[in-house]
């Protein structure tokens, strides 16, 4: 029988003798396993959570931002008569709606003053990749695509 001095373990009588560097490798696979194992699921978790984690951090921002504005309006005081916080919330939530509002048409204006332009140079490229295609048709087989040809169709009709 072996003793524990030689580096080998024995496990029963007719068993073969394990190296103890053996052992030891393999209770650090197998903890190396469990632990990726481990890592895999709670990557899984959070990416399932993604969303959720994204929309509470942007609710807090937006708090973070919009209290003070808040805490603001219900100081003012007219005649005696103090703002309610509840109403003061729904009075920046409001200004926040109103103000997101006048973006979207400034920005608005602007696309709708720029559309003639825009068609035009979606015009002018069309026709470009369309002489490009014409000019290679050898290596291409059939030509140009009917979906080009239907697109440069359309849009000279719209200008």
Sequence with gaps: MASATDGT???GPN???VPATLLTATAWAGCLIVLGAVLYFLIQLLTLLLPL???LIAAMML???FHPVATGLCRIRIVRWQLPSPLAAALTVL????GLAAALMLIYTRFISQLPELRNALTTGLFQIREYLEAYSAILIGGVSPQLNRGLTRST???
């Design 53 to 55: 984690v994204v929309a």
């Design 63 to 65: 708090t973070a931002l």
């Design 95 to 98: 200004l926040l709606l109103g």
């Design 9 to 11: 373990r024995q496990a």
């Design 15 to 17: 068993r073969p003798r």
């Design 157 to 159: 009709q719209l200008s």
